[in-house]
Every structure is written in C-alpha cells, then in structure tokens.
C-alpha cells in the first residue's frame, strides 16, 4: 500500500484543517514548498485538496501546475470540481486523475459531462463520510444520502477508483474508521482511505483489509508518520 501525503490549499497556503473547519488546525506553509520537501523525501504521489474552490471562495487551481513540474509519479486533485471546464483545466495542468463527490451525488448531468469530456479513468469518486453515517458534500456542509445508498451508487459506476474519507476523525490524528473493512470488499478499482491515520498501525490495517493508498496529513505534519511511503 503506498501512503500518499495530502496537500490542503487555502489562500495561497497550504494547511491542515480539522474536520475541515476553516480556522482550525495548522498552517503548513508554502504548497510548492512543501510538496518539494515531500518528493526530496521520496513520496511519488500526492493529494492536492483545493479548499477555497470547495467553499466557492477561489481557486487555487495555478498550484497544480506548478506541483506537476516537481515530478511527481501521481497527482490527484479535489475540490469544487464542478464543471467540465474546470476538470479539463486542472488535467492539463498535470493532473493525473480528479477527484469528485458532489458533482456525482448531487448532479448526474455535471458529472456525467466530466466522466465523457475526460474519461473515467482519470475520475475518482470521494464518499466522504460522517459517524452517523452520512455522507456529506459541498464542503462538508450538507447531508446527500447515507453511506449504504453512497456505496451502492458508487460501486455501479465505472470510475479508476474510490477514496473513503471519514470526517469525524479527519484532521485529528484520533484514528481511522475501522468499520470500513465491511464495504471495501465489494469496491473494484483504486481503493483510497483518509481520515484520522495516526499510526503504523492504522496504516497496516488498511493494507490487511485492501486498500490501495492510506492518504495522510496532520500525521504527516505533526511527525507522526513522517517519511513513511510504503507499508
């Protein structure tokens, strides 16, 4: 399983929010500043989260341009990615797949123009996912549909992968959703976690039950799970 650092931007910084909570958590710094760092240290990957696009208050989109020159194997983006224009923007900046949740979950049409203007193979669908269950779009501010309907939908599309983010633990270091081992059997393609990874262990346990890439931040940040790449 390879362990992929993620990347939070807001106005221009990259940060690590808690929950996703605008003012919460840490500022991290200069985005091309740190994804250098993360690729002198080895890491071939990375998860690049515009957070300004997802609220509707900017776009950080120049960010990816510049990452994709550093050279990493794999960038995947997220946030707001709403349009067609946007998602062919941020794949010809070097993108290597998008990720999306709200777009799938609240618009077909939207989503449906993206998947047939760029191809599934560069689509990533996102379940992000609360304790109660829910699954949460737009920032995380509304409720779509519970995750048992989220992952039936998901599983009959034809996409490159799936990340399954738990909310309630994200940011926080406070561990991930165990319980999670009950639907990524069932799941082909890519297989992503987020959400809480603090230890080793947690990493193990993702690889046991399938997962393809544990995606990290505040355990990153905070030292925790520094230059660990592969598990």
């Known amino acids: 399983m390879i362990v992929m650092p993620s990347i939070d931007i807001s106005r221009g910084k990259a940060v690590k929010r808690v929950r996703g909570i605008r003012g919460s958590g840490i500022i991290v710094g200069d985005p091309i500043e740190v994804a250098s760092e993360l690729y002198s240290l080895g890491y071939s990957c990375i998860h690049i989260v ?49 990720v999306i949740s709200t777009a799938f979950f609240m618009d077909r049409e939207i989503f449906y123009e993206i998947y047939n203007g760029i191809g599934w193979d560069k689509i990533l669908i996102s379940i992000d996912y609360d304790s109660n269950r829910n699954v949460m779009v737009k920032g995380w501010g509304t409720t779509a549909i519970d995750l ?84």
């Open 50 to 98: 515009d957070l300004d696009a997802v609220e509707g208050t900017g776009s950080n989109e120049y960010i990816v341009k510049n990452a994709a020159s550093i050279g990493f194997k794999w960038i995947q983006v997220g946030g707001g990615i709403r349009s067609i224009d946007r998602a062919s923007r941020l794949i010809s900046y070097g993108a290597s797949a998008i």
């Open 148 to 231: 048992d309907t989220a992952v039936k939908l998901v599983r009959r599309a034809r996409v490159l992968g799936t990340v399954f983010t738990y909310i309630s633990t994200e940011g926080t270091c406070m561990g991930i959703d165990r319980s999670i081992r009950d639907y990524i059997s069932t799941f082909s393609g890519l297989k992503e976690y987020a959400g809480g990874v603090a230890t080793y262990d947690d990493l193990l346990f993702l690889k046991n039950v399938g997962f393809d890439y544990a995606v990290i931040g505040m355990a990153l940040y905070k030292g925790c799970l520094r230059g660990v790449k592969y598990v």
